[in-house]
């Protein structure tokens, strides 16, 4: 059983037996790993806070052939995602970041773009970026990784989407004028010019970048998340947890709730 090394994102945890506890770590070297850390749950865990959601760990582990989970034998913090715990929005947004890669991400293969991707939207989220454009950075370069977004270029008659915009159809997928639209089946979506004209910043800057107008963002992050939904075949509680934090429902004085 030989020890294993990689510097991992904690994902997610859930308790197990008495005591321990499931994890699920993301390595570039190592893709999504599910491993076991005995006495996890403990007072005094040797683990400390370090398998806390977003943290950046270095991390050993055993392996078993046929065994589908790996044991933890040590676990360092690297860096902390705790500050994101005092911004409810922020870290709502890590956890829809942290879901959307164990969806998304095969187990057990390196994927180093992925490490770099999610290494950089932390810190974005760390550095009080807006969380509805990290989120929708996150996911742009989530789904082109996967080859389920492309960039967008010209309609194949030829024309732009500088003015009018274009219609994006993931059964493509393929982006068409509103000209060429009508050809192609049932549209995923509309998108305008100023929404297209940040989708190409995102594919040319980090998520540090200077923010852009708000609207184009929003635009963005509404039409990401019905695609990763549509793509993962289901509807993420994360993704709708965070959606009521950046835009709760407002009801008329008077009436409550339901």
Known sequence: MPLKQSRCFVLRTHPVAEADRVCVLFSGDEGKVRA???GARRPRSRYGGALDIGNEVEAGWYEREGRELVHLDRCELVTSALPLARDPVRAAALGYLSRLVDTFAPDREADPRLYRLISACRDALLDERPAELVVAYFEAWLLRL?????RPG???CGAGFEEEGAVFFAA???YACHRCAPGH???TDRLSARALGLLERFWAEPPSAPAPEASAARELFRFHGRLTAGYAERALPARHALEGLLHPVVHPAG???R
């Open 172 to 174: 493509g997928p393929v």
């Open 154 to 156: 010209r309609c194949s």
């Open 36 to 38: 076991w850390a005995r």
């Open 146 to 150: 996967s080859g389920l977004y492309p």
């Open 255 to 257: 009436e409550s709730a």
């Open 185 to 187: 089946g049932e549209p």
